[in-house]
């Protein structure tokens, strides 16, 4: 059975910190890594790695794969108020596409 | 970037009305569209799997005959909660897979969800 845990469940900082949040998986015919930010409404998406060692950008967030140690990290530079969310990881299944949540982090920024 | 819509945003029914809730792919294709449902600080629970001409795929304990899909078009599937209660109450939530035709690259993509309030 596929498995995605993620780590810390919660997090706490100050405005301006940075965060890193992590992502460990046990997919089957493993092909992606999918990252979400959730906040009031649906989760929004934010990135999708197929690749190891590849860092994907956007803005202050970014995130890289290892397949090797099958995990994920999302970093989050100089964090602000409207990063509070509950950030997803994801892996799709293979065949069905059936995505296994993680539990998700949920980060609160202090202004 | 891929754009998924919900109508409507959210509902409020009498009990034992039905309610339906459609989804949609505005700029790509789904072959295969999710149903989930989240109650406040829980995770997303998967209800079904929508497939475009054919019956959807209902997760275990969920009521095929309650929730009815209809996967009608490649841009549009629909959420039906008949006869509903208040404990059908939730946020319904759904996703649309992107297919890229490239091993590994699918992306599914979530509308912005329903929040029902049955009364």
């Known amino acids: 059975e596929d498995k995605v845990v993620q780590s810390p469940l919660s997090l706490v900082v100050h405005e301006g910190d940075t965060v890193t949040l992590n992502c460990s998986y046990e997919v089957t015919n493993f092909r992606s890594l999918l990252w979400y930010k959730q906040e009031k409404k649906a989760p929004t998406f934010l990135f999708m790695l197929?690749?190891?060692?590849i860092e994907k950008k956007s803005g202050r967030l970014s995130s890289i794969l290892d397949k090797k140690e099958l995990f994920s990290i999302l970093n989050i530079t100089a964090t602000q108020t409207g990063d509070s969310a509950v950030y997803l990881c994801a892996g799709p299944n293979f065949g069905n596409e059936k995505l296994t949540f993680g539990t998700g982090t949920r980060l609160t920024i202090i202004p | 970037g891929a754009v998924v819509s919900q109508h409507p945003s959210w509902v409020i029914c009498k009990s034992g009305t039905s309610v339906k809730i459609e989804c949609r792919s505005l700029d790509f294709q789904a072959t295969t569209m999710f149903w989930y449902r989240q109650f406040p600080k829980q995770s997303l629970m998967l209800m079904a799997t929508?497939?475009?001409?054919?019956?959807?795929?209902?997760e275990q304990g969920v009521e095929k005959d309650k929730f009815l899909i209809n996967h009608a078009s490649l841009t549009l599937s629909t959420l039906t909660v008949t006869s509903a209660h208040p404990e059908d109450s939730s946020f319904y939530i759904c996703s649309a897979r992107m297919v890229t035709g490239l091993a590994g690259a699918d992306t599914q993509y979530f509308g912005p969800g329903t929040r029902l309030t049955v009364l």
């Open positions: 929508s497939n475009e001409g054919s019956k959807a795929t209902y």
């Open positions: 197929t690749s190891s060692g």
